[in-house]
């Protein structure tokens, strides 16, 4: 599986980004799967954001919930973060990332996932 982010940039204070997950695979035996979102701020662990189980279920962390949603075009293999109410913390490069199997609550520790992207940077000014 391979994973590639975009829609990252630069944004003010209370303004909304929509981040981009382009998820390309090869033929498997799995049928589900989970897409997670991720996000390392500087000098921070990385973090769990959302994650999607392919038939639906959806997670959040806690502190973003009601600011950002996850969200998928099966058609397209295409996965999205919208992020709404943006603020200086949110500051951070995010990362997409891909685990074979759904799982419910789908899993925003990043141990579970297998297959990561590069990263695209968010940067929140005040």
């Known amino acids: 599986v391979e994973l590639t982010e975009s829609g990252g940039g630069s944004a003010q204070a209370g303004g909304s980004l929509t981040l981009s997950c382009a998820a390309t695979?090869?033929?498997?035996?799995?049928?589900?799967?989970?897409v997670g979102w991720f996000r390392r701020a500087p000098g921070k662990e990385r973090e769990g954001v959302a994650a999607l189980d392919s038939n639906g279920p959806v997670n959040y962390a806690d502190s973003l919930k009601g600011r950002f949603t996850i969200s998928q075009d099966k058609s397209k293999n295409i996965f999205y973060l919208q992020m709404n109410n943006l603020e200086p913390e949110d500051t951070a490069t995010y990362y997409c990332?891909?685990?074979?199997?759904?799982?419910?609550?789908?899993?925003?520790?990043?141990?579970?996932?297998?297959?990561w992207g590069q990263g695209t940077q968010v940067t929140v000014s005040s």
């Open positions: 695979r090869s033929p498997s035996r799995y049928t589900n799967f989970c």
């Open positions: 990332a891909w685990k074979w199997g759904g799982w419910k609550p789908p899993p925003l520790d990043e141990t579970s996932y297998n297959y």
